[in-house]
């Protein structure tokens, strides 16, 4: 149990996997990350530097992500998130044809396992998109109910008004209304019994260490409480995460997932951050809020600026490296468990799908080298302060448009200082300590110092749109400041 959980939580005995806390994940739209096949290219493949459509394929591969490990472990990436990649007809690959086999166009079952064993390898987890609400057209089970109408035993595998199935308008339930979307009736036992040998499946025959869940709001609770039993068995210290854009609290019980996608979070960052239409003040309560409602499990959220469903955090950022710097500090030292979009870190830019999902350039001219280096020494940062994994969060200074916040376990600590707007002319934060023996703070960002007395810090001009990250400087607190 973090050290955050045992302070507030003292009489619980939930547990995530432990691994989840030290993790910093990186999500991969696959079919857009890197082509390491051109082989298994799906017909009418696009160039690389080709403009992304709904539709359009660029070869993004299994063999691709293989390749690009050494980057990824060079960032200091430790856990993977992959978008679908059961066979599919979509470039997205959320219309599953077949659950248990790998899209040929990405590769197949032994690369599948390549994969896994060589990120393992390398002290990298790995974790799956699971799409269980609902499949596509071409699923075996509905191309069965297609062809036999009233004689397919898939019948009730499915919600259908009436026969033949009709895609245009469907007269069948489906997501979102998208008729090659068929809903999966996960009420019927056959079905739930199907997909939930699908979720221990693929820990047991490929050792991944996880699932992300699509749209799990759709499906019945109690599902979620059969699949959470069913992959726990397979394997404890499987991390299971719903993509939940609301309220995550029902998720949370301990019952179901161990986190959630925290885009309840990235709203307020960015509202604060980027948008300018939150100040810190308001930024405070909504932090302090997502905090209480997690509870214990507030360490093991997946936080993120960025994901396949939403803009680039450059674009949304206006190019301004300065807001996104700001943004990603605060999204690797807030409690809960950094997420990278790919691409984000070299500044890739896009507004709303599809231009969200545009290929990763691998040529380094046209990456923004500031901000990639920022995204390395935050990894970095993290990994080397066991505060900022697992630690206690206290707030510790509001003003406008502001925001100090501290983390600390035993003996470490870290002061996170948010400006986002304009230069402050004067700041005197408290450190947390009370009226303490004067201390030196130095920034891990820009190496500054700054001094601490009688348990407030002064900083002379805070800059505009400036984060600084603040430990004790081991040369002062050992008497001799140099």
Known sequence: MSHLEAECYPRLTWQAPEWVADAVFYEIFVDRFANGDTRNDPPGTVDWDAEPTPQNFFGGDLQGIIDRLPYLEELGINALYLTPIFRARTNHRYDTCDYLTVDPALGDDALMRALVNQAHRRGIRLIL?????????SFWAFEDVKRQGEASPYLPWFLIDSLPIDGSPPNYQTCGGTGYLPKLNLNNPETRDYLLSVGSHWLDAYQIDGWRLDVPWKAPAEFWRSFRHKVKQANPEAYLVGEIWRDAKPWLQGDTFDGVMNYALRESLLDFCVRDTMDAEDFHYEVRRLLEVCGPRAAYQ???????????????????????????????????????????????????????????????????????????????????????????????????????????????????????????????????????????????????????????????????KTAYLLVPDEVAVGGENR
Not at 307 to 324: F, G, I, Q, V, Y
Not at 348 to 359: H, I, V, Y
Not at 376 to 403: Q, S
Not at 439 to 456: A, K, Q, T, V, Y
Request: hydrophobic content about 35%; overall charge positive; aromatic content about 8%.
């Open 129 to 137: 998109d699971g799409v269980f609400n609902h499949c596509g057209e």
């Open 302 to 464: 997946l936080n993120l600026l960025g994901s396949h469903d939403t803009p680039r955090l450059l674009t949304l950022c206006k190019d301004d490296l300065d807001r996104a710097i700001v943004a990603a500090t605060a999204l690797f030292t807030l409690v809960g468990v950094p997420m990278i979009y790919y691409g984000d870190e070299v500044g890739l830019r896009g507004g709303n799908d599809p231009e969200c999902r545009r290929p990763m350039p691998w040529d380094s001219a046209r990456w923004e080298h500031r901000l990639h280096e920022t995204f390395r020494n935050l990894v970095r940062i993290r990994r080397e302060h066991p505060a900022l994994r697992r630690g206690a969060f206290e707030g510790l200074w509001v003003r406008n448009a502001t925001y100090a916040f501290r983390r600390y376990l035993d003996g470490d600590e870290v002061i996170v200082v948010l400006n986002p707007r304009q230069m402050v002319p004067q700041a005197r934060i408290p450190s947390g300590r009370g009226s303490s023996a004067p201390r030196i703070w130095r920034d891990l960002h820009s190496g500054g110092r700054f001094c601490e007395n009688g348990g407030m810090l002064q900083i002379e001009a805070l800059p505009a």
